[in-house]
């Protein structure tokens, strides 16, 4: 949806509410306004273990971002969207709930909602803690938007290390700890990419008095976490331990899981994204408009860096690998460099209980 460009005097409100980070360095601010669709001449990098994934190959163009409104506060923010209960594994169908995205308050169709809709364009600063580092940049903008009038957008250069991520400050009680947690986002791609690309997440740092901390390369992040994220064009579920419990493992280690059929990331459009996490026991589905594409358990592993235990998803632990979940987080964090310029959307962030299904 596009509508007419704000008032002059509007965006010089705005510009003294920016703020900027140092390359590397994880910055909490409010919104940082995006810059669009600079695309690097970096070429790919051959990924070992670790978060970089597999080996990345080069990227393709960068596709322009769209200009935004940046704010560094603002009003909570109510998403939409049907709730339905459904078997794991199974197709997506169309479930009841209003639609995200009115001027007001809209609906929760979950325990946990954002459809950016409330605030006139500002994140909610009691509700997300907004983390960017590198070349990644972020902002609450109206030119694409799924449902509304605001959707929020990320951007980085292609450079590996960059990210942008909202975290969630106070997630609801009944999210936290082993799961399952169901979730579902609107998410638009400007382009494919070779590499290694998070999007959503669920984590924890194992003492509830340590904040999580996210930095561009491996060094300095100090949780563990469940992802959905985009690997070679297509999608990966997978998690990465930063600090394992003593039992579990004896550090770094990164598991992931692929689709049988290499299913590429939609891109131009908006696409409904829904998974499911648990750590009691380890598993992870993923559906794509309404289609089950990945999952992972201790049958469905293509990737590890260490060395498999038979029957085990790692180190003859098939629950509890991760510690349960304190957090969650979207937006994205590059893992390998690519010549495209990363250009991600996302509409109506629903999370709950029990499975959260498409808008009608």
Not at 152 to 176: E, M, Q, Y
Not at 194 to 200: E, F, I, S
Request: hydrophobic fraction near 40%; include cysteine; charge should be negative.
């Amino acid at each position: 949806m596009r509508v007419a460009p704000l008032p002059l005097a509007f965006f010089s409100l705005l510009l003294a509410a920016c703020s900027s980070s140092s390359p590397g360095v994880s910055s909490s601010v409010g919104v940082v306004a995006g810059s669009g669709g600079v695309a690097t001449s970096g070429g790919g990098s051959s990924g070992g273990a670790g978060p970089l994934g597999m080996p990345s190959g080069s990227g393709g163009d960068g596709n322009g971002a769209a200009a935004g409104v940046a704010v560094s506060a603002g009003a909570g923010a109510g998403g939409g969207g049907g709730s339905a209960e459904a078997g794991r594994g199974g197709s997506a169908g169309s479930s009841g709930g209003g639609a995200a995205g009115s001027a007001g308050a809209s609906a929760c169709g979950g325990l946990f909602c954002e459809d950016f809709e409330q605030g006139a364009g500002q994140l909610d600063a009691s509700k997300w803690d907004a983390k960017v580092g590198g070349g990644g940049t972020q902002v609450i903008q109206r030119e694409i938007v799924a449902h509304g009038t605001y959707a929020w957008h990320v951007h980085g250069t292609g450079a590996r290390g960059d990210f942008a991520t909202i975290l969630t400050k106070n997630a609801p009680a009944a999210l936290r700890g082993a799961g399952p947690v169901f979730g579902r986002a609107y998410l638009y791609a400007s382009a494919n990419l070779p590499t290694h690309n998070q999007l959503g997440f669920a984590g924890t740092t194992r003492d509830p008095n340590v904040a999580p901390s996210i930095m561009s390369m491996e060094q300095g992040n100090n949780f563990n976490y469940m992802e959905f994220a985009e690997f070679s064009g297509s999608w990966q579920l997978g998690f990465d331990l930063f600090a394992p419990a003593p039992n579990i493992a004896k550090g770094f280690v990164e598991e992931a899981s692929y689709p049988p059929a290499r299913d590429k990331t939609p891109t131009a459009k908006w696409s409904c994204i829904e998974w499911e996490f648990g750590d009691d026991p380890d598993m992870m589905l993923l559906w794509v408009d309404g289609k089950q594409l990945a999952q992972l358990d201790v049958q469905h592993i293509d990737y590890t860096s260490t060395t498999r235990t038979p029957g085990s998803i790692l180190n003859g632990n098939n629950s509890a690998i991760i510690g349960g979940f304190d957090f969650f987080g979207f937006g994205f964090h590059s893992w390998g460099s690519s010549q495209a310029a990363v250009d991600r959307y996302y509409d109506d962030i629903v999370l709950d209980t029990k499975r959260v299904n498409c808008l009608p």
